[in-house]
């Protein structure tokens, strides 16, 4: 049996706006290493894309897209050695598709996000041999 745990914290929160062009995992992760973030999660995002780029649920290769799409959800978990990100969008006849969030997904018109940091708390990936996948550890911050 596994045990969860859970633990309390307070948050602090950045607004910030990805402009067009800019790709945006590479622009997320020099945001968290700029502020050295520790803990971070999306508190909430909205925005447009021209291009996509996902992983679907069990598959080892990333989708491409491109259009226009409008960012339904972006949610995760980030820190400074990595990131747990999730993403769905809807195209031009409102058709939505989401998955893990991958490298090559660029800005059309705007991403305006606010992001959370749990100031008490930080967060790091290692190897679960229950998922076989990096997975999120939660500490207690020094």
């Known amino acids: 049996m596994v045990v969860q745990s859970h633990h309390a ?12 062009g800019q790709e945006v995992l590479s622009s997320l992760q020099q945001f968290i290493t700029q502020n050295q973030l520790q803990a971070a999660f999306i508190a909430g995002c909205v ?5 996509v780029a996902l992983r679907f649920a069990g598959q080892p290769g990333t989708t ?3 259009g226009k799409f409008e960012v339904v ?13 999730h993403l769905s969008v809807s195209d ?3 058709k ?3 998955g893990h969030l991958m490298p090559g997904c660029t800005v059309r018109t ?3 996000l606010v992001l959370g940091e749990l100031s008490d708390l930080s967060f790091n990936r ?9 997975e999120l550890v939660i500490s207690q911050r020094q």
């Open 126 to 134: 290692q190897q679960c041999s229950l998922s076989g996948y990096d």
């Open 96 to 98: 939505m598709t989401g």
């Open 92 to 94: 031009e006849t409102g």
């Open 110 to 112: 705007t991403l305006e």
């Open 9 to 20: 914290s307070t948050a602090r929160f950045f607004a910030l706006r990805l402009y067009p």
């Open 47 to 51: 925005g447009s894309l021209t291009d």
């Open 73 to 85: 959800s972006l949610i995760g978990t980030l820190e400074q050695q990595g990131e747990h990100l």
């Open 64 to 66: 491409l897209l491109h």
